[in-house]
């Protein structure tokens, strides 16, 4: 697998967002290519895509790291893993998550943070296998008017 940082959005980008995004989530469409532009020029985050050699290089997963500094330091999360179930079990996940670790420390960030639901077994053996560890924390949610329903 060849874990590549997104420089510039393409059309085959977009393609591959349209038919991953999905597979991540059923409550939230796809980036357009200007949210995608945003994501890939924004110095917070960095965009990494997995491409298959054994399948013309075709895009099969993604991986968005956010970096940001607050006053006790530079933070790092992992959002949005996403590889497609044709490419599962073939190490893509792991991939793209050692990429964006490495990432994060040369950036000097000293610990990365992630959430994931309990229902993605597979995804927390991994992050458990390469890792982290879980936090004992609560999570929060709060819907803005942005996202709330008209009424």
Known sequence: MNIVEVTEVT?????????LIPQL????PPPTHAQLAEIVSSPATVLFIA????HGGEIV?????ALFRIPTGLRAWIEDVVVDASARNRGVGEALNQAALRRAAARGASTVDLTSRP????????YQRIG?????????RY???ARRPAG
Do not use: H, I, K
């Not at 059309?11 to 038919?19: G, H, I, K, P």
């Not at 997963?61 to 790291?65: A, E, R, V």
């Not at 982290?132 to 929060?140: A, E, G, I, L, S």
């Open 11 to 19: 059309e085959e980008l977009c393609t591959a967002f349209q038919r």
């Open 25 to 28: 989530s059923s409550s939230n």
């Open 143 to 145: 819907e803005t008017t």
């Open 119 to 126: 229902s993605r077994a597979a995804a927390n053996r991994l």
């Open 51 to 54: 491409r298959d050699p054994d």
């Open 61 to 65: 997963g993604t991986l968005t790291l």
């Open 132 to 140: 982290f560890t879980r936090r004992d924390t609560n999570v929060y």
